[in-house]
């Protein structure tokens, strides 16, 4: 009976400290204190950038999260021509955007980060 119960708590233990990590890995998805494109690029996110110049956005798709459950869909921030953080979502299925209640989808094409940097326009005072 006491080999059953060891088992119980390692198991349950196993459990939580995944589930913590999904959980630490999850959080790393929002969005810095400065949600800008430059905030992103001063924090070190990673990722491929899409410029949708017909819809003046720019996508920066990361990478699916390093969680222990799998999730299959990057994760996708959209930014407004001043450089603003729009909408972003953890997927590009249906999922509703984390800032508005419409999807995010990623379209465009591919940029380095002084093309995006050049493409967006500074706000107008």
């Known amino acids: 009976m006491k080999y059953v119960i060891r088992g119980f708590l390692v198991v349950a233990l196993a459990v939580f400290v995944a589930l913590a990590w999904d959980v630490w890995q999850l959080k790393g998805l929002r969005p810095p204190a400065d949600p800008t494109f430059e905030g992103f690029v001063k ?56 800032i508005l209640d419409a999807p995010v989808r990623r379209k465009g094409t591919p940029a380095t980060v002084e093309e995006a940097r050049g493409w967006l326009r500074p706000p107008q005072r």
Do not use: C, H, Q
């Open 43 to 98: 924090e070190g996110r990673r990722g491929s950038l899409l410029i949708d110049s017909a819809g003046k956005r720019l996508y920066w798709v990361a990478g699916p999260p390093g969680t222990v459950m799998p999730y299959p869909e990057p994760v996708v921030y959209e930014f407004g021509r001043t450089g603003a953080l729009v909408n972003w979502t953890p997927g590009t299925g249906d999922f509703k955007g984390m």
